[in-house]
Protein backbone atom coordinates (compact mmCIF):
# COMPACT_ATOMS: atom_id res chain seq x y z
CA UNK A 1 0.00 0.00 0.00
CA UNK A 2 2.27 2.69 -1.27
CA UNK A 3 -0.29 5.78 -0.66
CA UNK A 4 -0.13 8.54 -2.61
CA UNK A 5 2.55 8.36 -5.43
CA UNK A 6 3.85 11.63 -6.77
CA UNK A 7 6.80 12.00 -9.82
CA UNK A 8 8.71 13.35 -10.73
CA UNK A 9 9.68 15.00 -7.13
CA UNK A 10 11.82 17.62 -8.82
CA UNK A 11 11.45 19.46 -12.20
CA UNK A 12 13.11 22.55 -13.83
CA UNK A 13 11.34 24.01 -17.11
CA UNK A 14 11.51 26.73 -18.98
CA UNK A 15 9.12 29.51 -19.61
CA UNK A 16 6.73 28.05 -22.51
CA UNK A 17 7.14 24.35 -21.94
CA UNK A 18 4.49 22.00 -21.03
CA UNK A 19 4.86 19.18 -18.48
CA UNK A 20 2.25 16.51 -16.46
CA UNK A 21 2.93 16.10 -13.27
CA UNK A 22 2.10 12.37 -11.88
CA UNK A 23 -0.38 11.37 -9.42
CA UNK A 24 -1.30 8.07 -8.42
CA UNK A 25 -3.11 6.62 -4.98
CA UNK A 26 -3.74 3.00 -4.19
CA UNK A 27 -6.10 3.47 -1.21
CA UNK A 28 -9.58 3.33 -3.92
CA UNK A 29 -10.55 6.85 -2.64
CA UNK A 30 -13.23 8.51 -4.63
CA UNK A 31 -11.60 12.01 -4.01
CA UNK A 32 -8.89 13.59 -5.57
CA UNK A 33 -7.34 16.98 -5.42
CA UNK A 34 -4.33 19.41 -6.79
CA UNK A 35 -2.66 22.07 -4.40
CA UNK A 36 -0.53 24.33 -4.71
CA UNK A 37 2.50 25.40 -1.49
CA UNK A 38 3.85 28.77 -1.62
CA UNK A 39 6.11 30.61 1.17
CA UNK A 40 3.93 32.14 3.53
CA UNK A 41 0.44 30.96 2.03
CA UNK A 42 -1.29 28.01 3.06
CA UNK A 43 -2.01 25.48 0.25
CA UNK A 44 -4.48 26.42 -2.62
CA UNK A 45 -6.71 24.06 -4.41
CA UNK A 46 -5.56 24.21 -8.32
CA UNK A 47 -8.47 21.23 -9.24
CA UNK A 48 -10.53 18.17 -7.67
CA UNK A 49 -11.84 15.57 -8.94
CA UNK A 50 -15.08 13.11 -7.04
CA UNK A 51 -14.64 10.39 -9.22
CA UNK A 52 -13.24 8.89 -12.76
CA UNK A 53 -14.79 11.39 -15.46
CA UNK A 54 -15.36 14.22 -12.98
CA UNK A 55 -12.98 17.06 -12.44
CA UNK A 56 -14.13 20.67 -11.50
CA UNK A 57 -11.66 23.98 -10.69
CA UNK A 58 -10.47 25.01 -7.88
CA UNK A 59 -9.24 28.26 -6.13
CA UNK A 60 -6.06 28.67 -8.98
CA UNK A 61 -7.52 26.69 -11.94
CA UNK A 62 -5.80 28.99 -14.73
CA UNK A 63 -2.68 27.34 -16.86
CA UNK A 64 -3.43 24.08 -15.62
CA UNK A 65 -5.58 20.70 -16.74
CA UNK A 66 -6.24 17.90 -15.38
CA UNK A 67 -8.60 14.69 -16.11
CA UNK A 68 -9.30 11.13 -14.07
CA UNK A 69 -9.59 8.51 -16.39
CA UNK A 70 -9.21 6.26 -13.56
CA UNK A 71 -9.96 6.26 -10.10
CA UNK A 72 -5.89 5.22 -9.17
CA UNK A 73 -4.63 8.55 -11.83
CA UNK A 74 -4.87 12.12 -11.20
CA UNK A 75 -2.37 13.65 -14.10
CA UNK A 76 -1.77 17.66 -13.80
CA UNK A 77 -1.25 19.78 -16.68
CA UNK A 78 0.96 22.21 -17.46
CA UNK A 79 0.21 23.95 -20.79
CA UNK A 80 2.55 26.60 -21.04
CA UNK A 81 5.00 27.15 -17.84
CA UNK A 82 5.29 30.70 -16.31
CA UNK A 83 7.69 31.89 -13.90
CA UNK A 84 4.43 31.97 -11.40
CA UNK A 85 3.50 28.19 -11.56
CA UNK A 86 7.19 28.09 -9.55
CA UNK A 87 5.52 26.26 -6.37
CA UNK A 88 5.84 23.46 -4.79
CA UNK A 89 2.77 20.86 -5.93
CA UNK A 90 0.60 18.43 -3.77
CA UNK A 91 -2.01 15.84 -4.94
CA UNK A 92 -4.00 14.73 -2.26
CA UNK A 93 -6.57 11.82 -2.12
CA UNK A 94 -9.03 10.82 0.31
CA UNK A 95 -12.60 8.73 1.08
CA UNK A 96 -15.95 10.18 0.24
CA UNK A 97 -17.01 10.64 4.07
CA UNK A 98 -15.75 14.15 4.69
CA UNK A 99 -14.79 12.86 8.25
CA UNK A 100 -11.71 11.57 6.65
CA UNK A 101 -8.63 13.88 5.90
CA UNK A 102 -6.62 14.05 2.81
CA UNK A 103 -3.56 11.98 2.40
CA UNK A 104 -1.14 13.90 0.63
CA UNK A 105 1.62 13.12 -1.56
CA UNK A 106 5.51 13.93 -1.23
CA UNK A 107 5.35 17.04 -3.26
CA UNK A 108 6.70 17.90 -6.65
CA UNK A 109 8.71 20.69 -6.96
CA UNK A 110 8.76 22.73 -9.52
CA UNK A 111 10.72 26.02 -10.70
CA UNK A 112 10.26 27.80 -13.71
CA UNK A 113 13.11 29.66 -15.19
CA UNK B 1 -14.65 35.32 3.01
CA UNK B 2 -13.48 31.58 4.41
CA UNK B 3 -9.94 32.81 6.09
CA UNK B 4 -7.88 30.51 8.40
CA UNK B 5 -5.25 32.86 10.51
CA UNK B 6 -2.56 31.26 12.45
CA UNK B 7 0.05 32.25 14.99
CA UNK B 8 2.88 32.56 15.51
CA UNK B 9 4.16 32.26 11.81
CA UNK B 10 7.46 30.62 13.80
CA UNK B 11 8.50 29.26 16.88
CA UNK B 12 11.64 28.13 17.99
CA UNK B 13 11.45 26.16 21.77
CA UNK B 14 13.89 23.68 23.51
CA UNK B 15 13.44 19.91 23.52
CA UNK B 16 11.65 19.11 26.18
CA UNK B 17 9.67 22.21 26.76
CA UNK B 18 5.33 22.23 25.55
CA UNK B 19 4.14 25.13 23.32
CA UNK B 20 0.84 25.96 21.76
CA UNK B 21 -0.04 27.06 18.04
CA UNK B 22 -2.60 29.14 17.84
CA UNK B 23 -5.46 29.06 14.96
CA UNK B 24 -8.22 31.46 14.30
CA UNK B 25 -10.63 31.05 10.98
CA UNK B 26 -14.00 32.86 9.31
CA UNK B 27 -14.98 30.01 7.52
CA UNK B 28 -18.59 29.28 7.76
CA UNK B 29 -20.52 27.37 7.73
CA UNK B 30 -18.35 24.97 10.00
CA UNK B 31 -17.86 21.78 9.24
CA UNK B 32 -14.93 20.40 10.58
CA UNK B 33 -11.19 21.55 11.55
CA UNK B 34 -8.07 19.42 11.14
CA UNK B 35 -4.51 20.13 12.09
CA UNK B 36 -1.95 19.05 10.28
CA UNK B 37 2.16 18.16 10.75
CA UNK B 38 4.37 18.90 7.82
CA UNK B 39 7.86 17.90 7.72
CA UNK B 40 10.59 19.40 5.26
CA UNK B 41 9.67 18.56 1.65
CA UNK B 42 7.46 15.92 2.58
CA UNK B 43 3.21 16.11 2.27
CA UNK B 44 1.13 17.42 5.54
CA UNK B 45 0.29 14.36 7.45
CA UNK B 46 -3.21 14.15 9.45
CA UNK B 47 -3.09 15.31 13.32
CA UNK B 48 -6.38 15.69 14.63
CA UNK B 49 -9.69 16.68 13.43
CA UNK B 50 -12.67 17.75 15.42
CA UNK B 51 -15.85 18.34 14.63
CA UNK B 52 -18.39 21.54 16.03
CA UNK B 53 -19.43 19.31 18.66
CA UNK B 54 -15.80 18.54 19.93
CA UNK B 55 -14.02 20.80 22.35
CA UNK B 56 -10.68 18.79 22.84
CA UNK B 57 -9.02 15.85 21.26
CA UNK B 58 -5.91 14.43 21.99
CA UNK B 59 -3.26 12.40 20.03
CA UNK B 60 0.00 10.95 22.01
CA UNK B 61 1.77 14.51 23.20
CA UNK B 62 -0.62 16.65 20.64
CA UNK B 63 -3.88 18.30 22.37
CA UNK B 64 -5.97 20.07 19.71
CA UNK B 65 -8.56 22.29 21.22
CA UNK B 66 -11.78 24.00 19.20
CA UNK B 67 -13.91 27.44 20.67
CA UNK B 68 -16.69 27.15 17.93
CA UNK B 69 -17.94 30.10 19.59
CA UNK B 70 -15.02 32.44 19.30
CA UNK B 71 -13.76 30.41 16.08
CA UNK B 72 -10.21 29.53 17.51
CA UNK B 73 -8.89 26.44 17.80
CA UNK B 74 -4.86 25.77 19.53
CA UNK B 75 -2.56 22.75 19.48
CA UNK B 76 -0.63 22.16 22.27
CA UNK B 77 2.25 19.88 22.28
CA UNK B 78 3.91 18.34 25.52
CA UNK B 79 7.41 17.65 26.53
CA UNK B 80 8.95 18.31 22.83
CA UNK B 81 11.20 16.45 20.89
CA UNK B 82 14.10 17.00 18.12
CA UNK B 83 10.87 14.96 16.15
CA UNK B 84 8.43 17.76 16.50
CA UNK B 85 10.51 19.93 14.41
CA UNK B 86 7.73 20.52 11.36
CA UNK B 87 5.08 23.33 9.84
CA UNK B 88 1.78 22.86 11.34
CA UNK B 89 -1.08 23.48 9.54
CA UNK B 90 -4.72 24.36 10.32
CA UNK B 91 -7.18 23.36 7.83
CA UNK B 92 -11.07 24.08 8.28
CA UNK B 93 -13.51 22.93 5.68
CA UNK B 94 -17.35 24.27 5.30
CA UNK B 95 -20.24 22.39 4.97
CA UNK B 96 -21.59 22.73 1.80
CA UNK B 97 -18.40 24.21 0.36
CA UNK B 98 -17.23 21.37 -2.15
CA UNK B 99 -13.97 19.86 -1.87
CA UNK B 100 -12.30 23.18 -1.16
CA UNK B 101 -10.81 22.89 2.76
CA UNK B 102 -9.41 25.86 3.72
CA UNK B 103 -6.12 25.78 5.02
CA UNK B 104 -3.67 28.23 7.15
CA UNK B 105 0.00 29.63 6.16
CA UNK B 106 1.49 27.05 8.80
CA UNK B 107 3.35 27.76 11.88
CA UNK B 108 7.18 27.11 11.24
CA UNK B 109 7.70 24.59 14.96
CA UNK B 110 11.88 24.37 15.54
CA UNK B 111 12.83 22.57 18.41
CA UNK B 112 16.49 22.47 19.76
CA UNK B 113 18.63 20.31 21.79
Known amino acids: NAGVTQTPKFQVLKTGQSMTLQCAQD?????MSWYRQDPGMGLRLIHY???????DQGEVPNGYNVSRSTTEDFPLRLLSAAPSQTSVYFCASRDRQVGYGYTFGSGTRLTVV | KNQVEQSPQSLIILEGKNCTLQ??????????LRWYKQDTGRGPVSLTI?????NTKSNGRYTATLDADTKQSSLHITASQLSDSASYICVVSAKNYGQNFVFGPGTRLSVLP
Open chain 2, 50 to 54: MTFSE
Open chain 1, 27 to 31: MNHEY
Open chain 1, 49 to 55: SVGAGIT
Open chain 2, 23 to 32: CNYTVSPFSN
